[in-house]
């Protein structure tokens, strides 16, 4: 198996006025309105959030945000 593209990230988040957490998937890839999918073939329903890259995903700024990043694990594309 050889690993391609990094794709997105499954994370856990907490919304700052809630005290539970929640598992959520965010997507790397970018959203097609036709296809109702991201560039990656993952069903808009099923992403939380996009994010232009693993970057901006690890500079998340919570107190510029209505939720927090807790951790995540990197999601890829495998041939």
Do not use: Q
Request: hydrophobic letters at 30%; charged letters at 30%; aromatic letters at 16%.
């Amino acid at each position: 198996m050889k690993i391609s593209n990094l794709i997105g990230a499954h994370a856990t988040i907490k919304y700052h006025d809630e005290n539970e957490t929640k598992d959520v998937y965010v997507s790397f890839g970018e959203y097609d309105e036709v296809n109702d999918i991201d560039s990656y073939g993952v069903d808009d329903s099923c992403i939380f959030y996009y994010f232009k890259n693993l970057d901006e995903l690890r500079n998340w700024n919570p107190d510029e945000n209505e939720f927090s990043i807790i951790n995540y694990k990197l999601e890829y594309d495998t041939e």
